[in-house]
C-alpha cells in the first residue's frame, strides 16, 4: 500500500492507497514554465519594458501628462502572492515611475482595490499586498481604497450590454483619466483565467452585474465545464469590459503576469485587455492546461484545510465546502472517468465564520426546507439575500463577504453533484453537516474507498491523489493526446 497524508483541518489525515495511485502536485510532477529571476531589479525591469511596449494601445507616458488623474485597480488578498517580489508590488512600483516621468503628480493618483463581492481590504491587507513603502507612500494622505459596490454615491450605471447584462461599475475608475487594471494569468474555474476584462467585470462592479454570469444558466452550461476560455462566462466578461470602456470613453490599460505554481512571475503583458488576453493566454496556457494524464481515473483524492482561498472557515462552510469540491470537477474533468468519486479528507466541524459569511447560515438552513432539493432551486432567493440591509452594512463596514457572493457559490457548488458519481468526506466531526449537502461520509479514506468499489467504479480503479490541492496555484489537468 502506499501512505499518503491529505490536509484535514489545519493538520493531516494519512491515507492507506493501492500502490498503482498516481499522485500530482503541481509545478513538481510536470514542471511549470521556468519563471522570471525572482530578484527585484530583474522584475522591475521586464515590468516596465512591458508597460513601455503595450499590446494595442498606447504607452502611459503618452496617455498621461500633468493634471492627469490616475486610478490603478489592484486585486484583493485573495490571489497573486505577497511576496516581496510579487506582481503587484513590481508594477505598481512601475507604473507609477512612468507616470511620474510623464509629469503626473502624486495627488492624482488613487489606488483601489478590486475586492468586487469579497470582504472590502483591510489596512494590514493593503500593507501586506502593497509592502510597506508603498503603503506608507499612498494610506495617510488617503490615496487608497477598496471597491465598495453598494456605495451608489460612488458607482456609475452605465445601462446594458447589447446582450441584456446590467453594468455597473466604480465611479473612480469611470471619472479617471487613466485607468490602470493589474492582473494576474492565473488559472481559474471561472473563464479560465484571472486577469483581463474578469478582473474590471468581476472586481469593480455590482452584484446585478455579476449576477450576469455567476448563475445557473450560465455556469452549469455544457460549455462551462472543463474549464475553457471560450465559455459564455468568458464571454460575458468581455462585453462587460468593452462596455465599461466605450462608456468610458477610454480603454483599461491591462498590465497582467502569467504567475506559476508559486505565484511568481513567468511572463508579463501590458495593453489593451482585448488584444493582450490572448497573448497571456499563450504562455499560460503552457502552465495551467498540463497535458499529463495516460488515463481517465475512477476516484480523486484530496484533502481540505479549514483556511485557503476565501479565507478561514473556507473548508468547514458547507457552501463553501460545496464551491471548493466543485473547482476541483471544472479544473479536472478532462481526466475524469464517467463514473468519477471524489475522496475527501475535512474536519466538517460546523465552523461556518459567520463573521466572514454572516447569511451563509440562513442559506444553508432554507436549503434544508420548502422542496429546495438541489442547489440551483435557491437561486430564486438572490435579490431578496443581495438587498438585506443588514448583511450589506457587514460586507461595507464590517470586512464580510457581500450576500449575493453565497448565489454565486451554490451556483458553482451544484456542480458537483453534476459531474460526480459520489463525493465522500472522510473524518467529519459534524457528518450531518455534510450529509445535509448530499456529501457520503466515513470515518477513514480506507472504507471510503472500500465504499466507493462496492457501489460506484468497481475492483482496481484508477485512483489519482492531490497531495497539494488548495496548497498550491492549480493546473486544469489534460489528457496527453488533448
Sequence with gaps: MKQLSFEYGQGLMNANLPDNTDVFIPGTTVPDPACLPQDWDTLYKATLDSIRNPIGMQTLTELAHKGSTVVIVIPDIVKGGNQPTSHRKVSVRACLDELYS??????????????GLHPRTTVQEMKTILGDDLFHEFYFSGQITSHDSEDYDHLVDLGFTEHGDHVIMNKYVYDADVAILIGHTQGNPYGAYS??????????????????????????????????????????????????????????????AVLDTYSRQIEINSGWAKEMQPVSWKTADKRTFVKWADKKYDVVVFGMPTDFHYGNGMGTNPIQMMQALSAQVIRHKRIMSDHCVFIVSSICDGYF?????????ELHEMFQHDYNQVLPDMNHYGEYFATKEEYIRQYRFANAFHPFHGFSMMSCGHIAEMDTSAIYIVGA??????????????????????????KFVGPNPNILALPQTYKLGAVHLCMKDD
Design 102 to 115: 510623464a509629469g503626473v503628480e502624486k495627488k492624482d493618483i488613487l489606488l483601489l482595490f478590486s475586492n
Design 195 to 256: 486577469g483581463g476584462y474578469k478582473h474590471c467585470a468581476t472586481g469593480i462592479s455590482h452584484w446585478r452585474s455579476i449576477s450576469a454570469h455567476h448563475v445557473p444558466e450560465v455556469m452549469h452550461r455544457p460549455d462551462f465545464v472543463p474549464v475553457s476560455t471560450h465559455s459564455e462566462m468568458r464571454h460575458k466578461f468581455d462585453q462587460q469590459g468593452m462596455l465599461m470602456e466605450e462608456k468610458m470613453g477610454k480603454k483599461f490599460f491591462c498590465c497582467d
Design 353 to 361: 465564520h459567520e463573521e466572514r459569511w454572516p447569511y451563509l447560515r
Design 429 to 454: 466531526r459534524e457528518p450531518g453537516i455534510a450529509r445535509s449537502m448530499g456529501l457520503k461520509t466515513r470515518a477513514t479514506f480506507e472504507e471510503a474507498l472500500a465504499d466507493a468499489e462496492k
